[in-house]
């Protein structure tokens, strides 16, 4: 089955931690999403919650009477107290607690990977059980959190090593997913970014 994974359009947030914070697009950043990726013919459609997944689903598929399915599984890793804020006004040792292995580091009042990486293990099992149920390309709109993980428990990247991939916003990559004996893998088979919005 292919499964195209689609980063929210620009909302010139780059450096902050947006995971709850309801962002809204740059103007012009769902034309240009637009410009990019419509026109692919999807047979369903997922989104993550917040006000950038949901409109980047929406615009992409508008007039094509497709449903879009918002599933909150799908979030942003909960950055708690951090939530919105710039990275580089946050304690350097506390976001490398976080963010560097062992990943022992919890933001305050946040959730752990653990805690993450279980409940985007239930969001895919419903994607996949959703895609197996429909011909043709299944679309997930998402921050570049959840579309790493993707990547790393799809197709068996290591997590350190998505850090050197850019996942911008408006960026789409398609899966190739096989499911197996030993469970479900995938094959990267196309990266492609979006044209840069002013911010």
Known sequence: MIIDLL?????????????????????????ALCR?????????????????????AQALVAGAGLAVSVDADWREVDFGDWDGMPIDVLDADALAAF????????????????????????????LLDGARQQEGISLL?????????????LAGIPFEALWGLRIGEGSRLRLDVR??????WAELVELRQCAAVPA
């Open 7 to 31: 980063c929210h359009a620009a909302t010139g947030r780059a450096g902050y931690l947006d995971g709850r914070k309801a962002v809204e697009p740059l103007p012009g950043a769902l034309d």
């Open 36 to 56: 990019a990726h419509c026109g692919i013919g999807w047979s369903s459609v997922v989104s993550a919650p917040g006000l950038a997944c949901a409109q980047s």
């Open 99 to 126: 963010f560097d292995p062992p990943h022992e580091g919890i933001p305050p009042g946040g959730e752990s990977w653990q805690a993450r990486d279980a409940r985007l293990e239930i969001a895919l099992q419903r």
């Open 141 to 153: 709109v998402a921050q570049p959190g959840p579309i790493r993980w993707l990547l790393w428990r």
């Open 179 to 184: 499911c197996g004996g030993q469970g479900p």
